[in-house]
């Protein structure tokens, strides 16, 4: 099977609209017996996965919405996310086939990806919290990170090609997603917000620090402008399967070209809300995930550059390392921006939100946001992410 487009006109699929869709492409062998379930969990899509009874075989259907399901259509939102989601699959796969789910049909104008079942994996966060600790998780995306950001920026794509590629990932309507519920609304006084009365004068603090506010703003300014390669663009770890030994990482339809340091500093801190949320005895194999992101990601970063670097400059002593400087600033700075959101924002992490009892929920989301205006704030003294541990243990102290 492989991906193809073609033109037909929009409707939603239901289930048995699914299982039709998958027979009229032949891509279950004729008269197979088949089921189909809608199992979508995300804010915005619909998910199908189409099984062959007798063979167990299966297929997922993802369809885009002309709206945001979490809300509903009172929130409109461009199909073209589908668009945009096959072909940053393709493209991440170019670099890292076996990170990513491999494509088998996509059709534009039906908003549909249909593409290998990663059922027998599980969804990283659900993993972490469960206490699965999934060993090979940072190895695993530090590679697809050093890869498929290095391969498709300045420094590893012919610079002329770089720009058509930028031209057919424009993706205002998911951009501006992000611009307003990541960079925008937990700042201020805004109805997106969501959050507990007991943080009320925590979430105030954050209304008002005018320093952070500042940060925060030169943040979102290069999020806005910074388009220095193809980014994922919402890298939780609700957007990772996982097991043992294999990684895949779904749900690239935030994908545009942004600054570098987005992708990672979401990784960052959506590990951060695991440790927030362990007890200290098992933070440490998180930590452990987080420096060893960065770590494999330096290191196949550096690989790259040093073997297929196409900017002139490369060979420059020195220009590396104040590429992979400015990314991690950058990335300690977008990590906390994800730490507010997910905390006070619109949408939710369940490794905050399903910590119990009540009181100690609302203690760690006050150490999440204390937390996350530190790393904005002081972005440029925290050079290596063995720092973080520092930070946690110190806004832990001031917040109780
Ligand atoms: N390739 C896949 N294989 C198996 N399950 C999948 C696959 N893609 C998505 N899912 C399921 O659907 C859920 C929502 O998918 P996701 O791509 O995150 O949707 P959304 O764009 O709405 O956030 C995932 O959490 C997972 O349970
Ligand atoms: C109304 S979109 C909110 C939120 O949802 C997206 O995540 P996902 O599609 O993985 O559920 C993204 O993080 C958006 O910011």
Not at 277 to 282: K, L
């Amino acid at each position: 099977m492989c991906a193809n487009k073609k033109s037909s006109a929009y409707e939603p699929l239901n289930e048995n609209g699914a299982i039709a869709l998958a027979k009229k492409l032949q891509l279950f062998e004729e008269n197979s017996q088949l089921t189909c379930n809608e199992i979508g969990d995300g804010n915005l899509n619909l998910v199908f996965k189409v099984k062959n009874i007798e063979s167990g075989e299966s297929i997922i259907i993802k369809q885009a919405l002309p709206y945001a399901k979490v809300v509903g259509e009172s929130w409109p939102l461009t199909l073209d996310r589908s668009r945009i989601e096959t072909n940053a699959l393709l493209k991440q796969a170019e670099f890292v086939p076996q990170y990513v789910p491999r494509v088998f049909y996509s059709d534009e104008a039906l908003a549909i990806t249909i593409m290998e079942d990663l059922s027998h994996l599980q969804i990283a966060r659900a993993a972490l919290i469960e206490g699965n600790d999934l060993p090979l998780l940072s190895q695993h995306i530090g590679e697809f990170l050093a890869k498929t950001l290095f391969y498709t920026s300045d420094y590893g794509l012919n610079q002329h090609y770089k720009k058509t590629l930028v031209k057919q990932f424009i993706n205002p309507d998911l951009c501006k997603i992000t611009e307003d519920l990541v960079f925008t609304d937990p700042f201020f006084n805004h109805n997106t917000n969501d959050y507990e009365q007991e943080l009320q004068q925590d979430v105030e603090k954050i209304w008002e620090d005018q320093t952070l506010k500042l940060e925060t703003a030169k943040l979102k300014q290069l999020f806005l402008t910074k388009a220095e390669a193809l980014v994922h663009g919402d890298l939780h770890t609700g957007s990772i399967f996982a097991d043992e030994n294999e990684t895949k990482v779904i749900d690239p339809e935030f994908a545009y070209f942004g600054p570098i340091g987005f992708d990672v500093g979401q990784v960052f801190a959506n590990l951060l809300f695991n440790v927030l949320a362990r007890n200290p005895e098992h933070q440490g194999v998180i930590y452990n995930h987080i420096e060893t992101t960065w770590d494999v990601f330096v290191t196949e970063f550096s690989n790259a550059w040093n073997k297929d670097a196409l900017e002139i400059f490369a060979k420059v002593d020195g220009y590396l390392e104040h590429v992979l400087t400015e990314i991690f600033e950058e990335a300690v700075g977008f990590a906390g921006c994800e730490i507010i959101r997910r905390t006070i924002g619109l949408a939710h992490v369940a490794d905050l939100d399903t910590i119990e009892p009540f009181e100690r929920r609302i203690a760690t989301k006050q150490v999440a946001l204390s937390l996350g205006s530190e790393l904005i704030k002081n972005r440029k003294s925290i050079t290596s992410p063995q720092q973080f541990k520092e930070y946690v243990k110190q806004t832990a102290v001031s917040v109780n």
